[in-house]
């Protein structure tokens, strides 16, 4: 009661001050009868200044705030009549005046919290608007500081039917603004982004209220926002990758800054915030005006800008919705498939940008959409028709193609691992294929073969090899061999790359990109193989390794291919060393120097290096598998070939064309027989080599003739002769030969390969079987004769090489052997060499 | 001060430099401003009007004519009560544009919009396109058509009077009073009579 007794007593002091003042205060409209207006106008009246210059007049503001805060049900028609004055003096062109209004409404605004202030706010706004609606800079810069006031209070009870579409476009136009004289400008578009920046606070955090993530609205908003971003200075744009990050560049005070803020950094700020509240369901109402907008000002070429944009829009996102702009900007990319090819370079290159921002959030179906639809453009873009002597078009829609492919691996590039093997599964699965195809699209084919596996490789380098059966799952591993055999050379060397990416996890690759024999020289890292390692060597070593020398043997080989094969070759050697490779490997080697040796279809320099090749694998094997007999036998055979051969040695450029294929002399060459010898002597187990022969029957189709299945003998070669002579002298009376498993075609091998290895290995147990008895149970003349009847050639061929040959310098062991062979028949199985190589 | 009837937001739309800008500026401020710059984004103004005695306050958006503008320019287009469509009767293409123009509307305004063809500056001597032109243009389209010049000030009154007159129609024929409130919308089917009647010929 006392509390409101003394409100009384003070009222009623006032009231007699005021009526005292008013009697002076002739500017007063209606000042005689003041006496008798109602009190809350005399109250507000009496804030007014007699000198409008002087202010508004504190200690009646405060009584006036009082007054509202005891009575609150007076606020709305204080409110009113406040909002009745600025009107009028608004008319009158009178400012100050409108100023000391506006500043008595901001105060109550402030100090009023009640429940009536519903009512007060709507007096409040419709003067804001008032003020906004004059062509006054000051006025209009006044308002838009009260509204920011206002939204930054909070309400009790949300007004529903409460629109701010008015405020939305008319500080979306100031935002525009293009006054003359520059500080006004500059004043008046700051007004119109705090303008904005509190509209969207008021309105972001209430449902209830009008939805400002409506098309209607954030079509004025982003544009207003990113005209004013786009005047930034150079250094806000500079598109060095650590600017801007998760945090404004710097801090602008958005509520009474200074004069000198620039408008480009609020802007940002603003769209910040904007972005950073924007639910799921709003990202598409917020980044489509930025594509419009950025389309319309042609702010693709040179793309800075698009860049800092979308790094702004990405760095401020929630995390969770960042894939969302991804995927936005891929559309975006859809529907201008028509624009320039430039337009769509940088658009792509944007997306190379941020696309790494959105990776670490990425999960499941999303992923293979963004990956898909890359591909997609580039499946599109390599098929689409272009003038061929349009030079600058096609070289313009290349950059494109290799944009979304660096794009591509920028995404990959910020998977888990796990994700990069699926995206590489996924590439690979839409490269076409070694199928047939419509000769008109080979040109084509080829290209996206290129591109995707230029992608493919790309993404592989990235990846981060540990475990073989994860990096090379069989449903990757098939696919990729199968490439790895099609027609165009680049393609295959791009196979090869992407299985040293793989297979390399030690950061050997670039030391063993091409062969040698200085094998010590080159600081190999070399880990212990592990019981998945070997696991994985028994599931698919060989089928690589059989791959591998199909490939050598396709007649257009290259020397990007023969030393991309080598690689791949010489890091199964390192990173898979069980004793099982061991033996596989050199008998690849030999397999090799057999293609070396035999196919004429080949480019004499390749032939060579062919032999490079295989030396250097067996020197590599024989260290890195630690086989000391194996070390020392190779390094004889190269300091032979040091000595009469030093083009085996290394590739060579300049006298491949003279040198002759055929005067390659026996130490020069591996020797099986001596392999094998070694390997005995180092207690290796020969017989593992059996199982696994197979596949490499393959690649010998040129000196192991098969005289069991009635095939002419090709041994006119001199350099099949040669090989042979040296193989046929040592070894049994080539029966064994008569049981290679099949004719030799393609269709042959790619049963082998899709064989499942068990059945594979139980029909050559039955083989080897097979094989063992014969020899077990026929007598050794009965062979001999056996061997003799099976035609003239070969024993042509023999007597031919036997004479031609007559000092055999190397041969002495094998001599032995054969005459071992001949005396004791029990030996076969370790010493038929044809065992091994059938 | 805040006793009008009505609010009615009208915006013009038009290509570069057909005047839009100076059309605004006579009818709001009475002025034809020398050397007025290009539009950036949009402008503002309001204008209260009187007709048969009922205050109208007319909110008035001012595009910028350049194709840049478009990405915000078009978001203004929806809330519009009355579009004025400008082009220079001196200027052949920003006669050629209008089709484009009324693509745009189509798309972006709402489809009971008061639509207003305009030929701005008749004072010119180099004259490219005859009223007759004009006025087939807009009645094929189903608009209204006026001439005028912002420059000797003929029409300019007309035109917004004009305006408010038919939406004042249309908001009166819809029953519902349009007041003062945002939201206006203008249901009424009303006959385009206007270019046939009293305010084509200038
Ligand atoms: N002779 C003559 N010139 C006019 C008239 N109206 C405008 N102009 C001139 O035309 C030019 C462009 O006028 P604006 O009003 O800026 O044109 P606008 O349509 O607003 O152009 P934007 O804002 O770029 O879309 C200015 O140089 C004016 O002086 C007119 O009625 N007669
Ligand atoms: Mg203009």
């Known amino acids: ?838 | 001060m805040e006793d009008y009837k009505y609010l009615f937001k009208v915006v013009l739309i038009g290509n570069a430099g057909v005047g839009k800008t100076c059309l605004v500026r006579r009818f709001t401020q009475g002025i034809f401003p020398p050397g007025q710059g290009a539009t950036i984004g949009v402008d503002f103004m309001i204008k209260t009007v009187e007709i048969d005695g009922l205050k109208i306050k007319l909110q008035i958006w001012d595009t910028a004519g350049q194709e840049r503008f478009r990405s915000i320019t078009q978001s203004y287009y929806r809330s519009a009560h009355a579009l004025i469509l400008v082009y220079d009767v001196s200027a052949q293409p920003s006669f050629d544009c209008l089709p484009v123009w009324l693509r745009e509307v189509e798309e972006y305004a709402s489809p009971k919009v008061l639509r207003v063809l305009v030929g701005n500056k008749v004072d010119r001597d180099d004259r490219e396109i005859p009223p007759a032109v004009g006025e087939g243009f807009s009645r094929m389209n189903n608009m209204y058509f006026i001439e005028t010049s912002a420059k000797d000030c003929s029409n300019v009154d007309k035109l917004f009077q004009e305006i408010a007159r038919e939406l004042i129609q249309d908001a009166n024929s819809n029953d519902g009073p349009v007041g003062q409130q945002d939201t206006t919308h203008l249901d009424g089917a009303a006959e385009k009579s206007w270019s046939e009647s009293n305010c084509c010929k200038s």
């Open chain 1, 1 to 838: 009661m006392s509390v409101w007794s003394t409100l009384s007593d003070s009222s009623f002091l006032e009231m007699l001050d005021s009526v005292l003042s008013k009697c002076d205060a002739s500017h007063c409209c209606c000042g005689c009868c003041a006496a008798l207006r109602p009190r809350y106008k005399r109250l507000v009246d009496n804030i007014f200044p007699v000198n409008p210059e002087d202010g508004l007049v504190r200690s009646n503001m405060d009584k006036l705030t009082f007054y509202s805060m005891s009575s609150p049900e007076k606020l709305d028609r204080i409110g009113e009549y406040l909002a009745q004055r600025v009107s009028r003096d608004i008319y009158r062109h009178r400012n100050p005046m409108v100023i000391i209004a506006m500043e008595a409404m901001d105060q109550l605004l402030l100090a009023c919290h009640a429940q009536s202030l519903n009512l007060f706010v709507e007096s409040f706004l419709k003067t804001v608007q008032k003020l906004l609606e004059t062509t006054e800079p000051a006025l209009q810069i006044l308002a838009s500081q009260s509204f920011v006031k206002f939204a930054n209070i909070e309400e009790d009870t949300p007004s529903y039917h409460r629109r701010y579409d008015f405020f939305v476009s008319k500080f979306a136009s100031l935002c525009h603004s293009n006054h003359p004289e520059v500080d006004v400008l500059n004043s008046l578009r700051l007004a119109g982004l705090r303008g904005i920046q509190g509209v969207v606070r008021k309105t972001v955090s209430d449902d209830l209220v009008e939805n400002i993530w409506e098309p209607v609205h954030m079509d004025k908003i982003v544009p207003s926002l990113l005209y004013n971003m786009q005047h930034a200075r150079p250094r806000r744009i500079s598109n060095d990758d650590n600017s801007p990050n998760g945090l404004p560049e710097e801090q602008v005070d958005s509520e009474n800054g200074a004069r000198n803020i620039d408008p480009s950094a609020l802007a940002e700020n603003c769209l910040r915030e904007l972005v950073g509240r924007a639910s799921f369901g709003n990202i598409r109402s917020v980044i489509k005006p930025v594509f419009k907008h950025l389309d319309l000002h042609e702010l693709w070429v040179p793309n800075d800008f698009a860049i800092y944009t979308f790094r702004v829009i990405m760095y401020s996102i929630q995390v969770q919705y960042s894939y969302a702009v991804v995927e936005n900007l891929m559309m975006h990319l859809d529907t201008s498939s028509r624009s320039r090819a430039k337009v769509r370079t940088s658009m792509a290159n944007v997306l190379a940008k941020i696309i790494a921002i959105a990776a670490g959030e990425s999960v499941g179906p999303s992923v293979l959409e963004i990956v898909n639809s890359l591909l997609k453009h580039l499946k599109q873009s390599i098929m689409s028709p272009i003038p061929v002597d349009d030079k600058e078009a096609v070289t313009d829609e290349k950059h494109f193609q290799e944009s979304l492919i660096s794009a591509l691996a920028e995404f990959a590039y910020h998977l888990p691992d796990y994700q990069k093997i699926e995206i590489m599964m996924f590439i690979i699965g839409g490269t076409p294929g070694t199928g047939k195809s419509d000769p008109e699209n080979v040109p084509a084919e080829t290209l996206l073969q290129h591109m995707l596996l230029k992608c493919l490789l790309k993404v592989s380098h990235k990846y981060k090899s540990t475990n073989f059966s994860t990096s090379l799952p069989l449903t990757f591993l098939d696919p990729l061999l199968r490439t790895s055999l099609v027609q165009d050379a680049y393609v295959r060397v791009l196979v090869q790359e992407i299985l040293h990416c793989l297979l390399d996890r030690h950061d050997n690759r670039s030391k063993l990109k091409k062969p040698s024999v200085e094998i010590c020289d080159l600081n190999l890292a070399i880990d212990k193989c592990s019981r998945a390692d070997s696991l994985f060597y028994k599931n698919h070593g060989s089928r690589i390794l059989v791959n591998l020398s199909e490939s050598l043997d396709l007649n257009n080989v290259t020397r990007e291919n023969i030393e991309a094969i080598y690689c791949t070759a010489a890091l199964i050697c390192v990173e898979l060393a069980t004793d099982e490779m061991l033996v596989d490997i050199l008998r690849w080697a030999l397999a090799v120097q057999d293609v070396a040796l035999t196919n004429t279809m080949l480019h004499p320099k390749n032939r060579l290096s062919l032999h490079v090749v295989a030396i250097s694998i067996v020197t590599l094997a024989s260290h890195t598998m630690n086989v000391t007999t194996l070390v020392e036998y190779s390094s004889k055979v190269v300091s032979a070939r040091n000595g009469s051969a030093p083009h085996l040695l290394n590739f060579n450029e300049s006298s491949a064309e003279s040198i002759q294929q055929d005067a390659i002399s026996p130490e020069c060459l591996l020797d099986f027989n001596a392999i094998a010898d070694c390997m005995k002597e180092a207690g290796r187990d020969i017989m593992g080599m059996i199982p696994l022969q197979g596949p490499f029957n393959a690649n010998q189709r040129y000196s192991w003739a098969d005289s069991s299945v009635n095939q002419p003998s090709s041994f006119t070669d001199l350099s099949n002769i040669n090989l042979d002579g040296s193989e046929s002298n040592t070894s049994s009376p080539g029966l064994a030969r008569r049981y290679a498993e099949e004719e030799v075609t393609f269709e042959a091998l790619k049963k082998v390969l899709a064989e499942p290895v068990e059945s594979r290995r139980e029909a050559e147990y039955e083989k080897r079987q097979v094989i063992c008895e014969k020899f077990r149970n026929t007598p050794f003349q009965q062979l001999v004769a056996s061997s003799q009847s099976k035609g003239d050639v070969l024993n042509d061929t023999l007597n031919q090489i036997l004479t031609r040959i007559s000092v055999m310098p190397c041969g002495q062991p094998e001599l032995n052997a054969v005459q071992h062979n001949n005396q004791s028949l029990p030996h076969y199985g370790n010493n038929f060499p044809d065992l091994f190589v059938y």
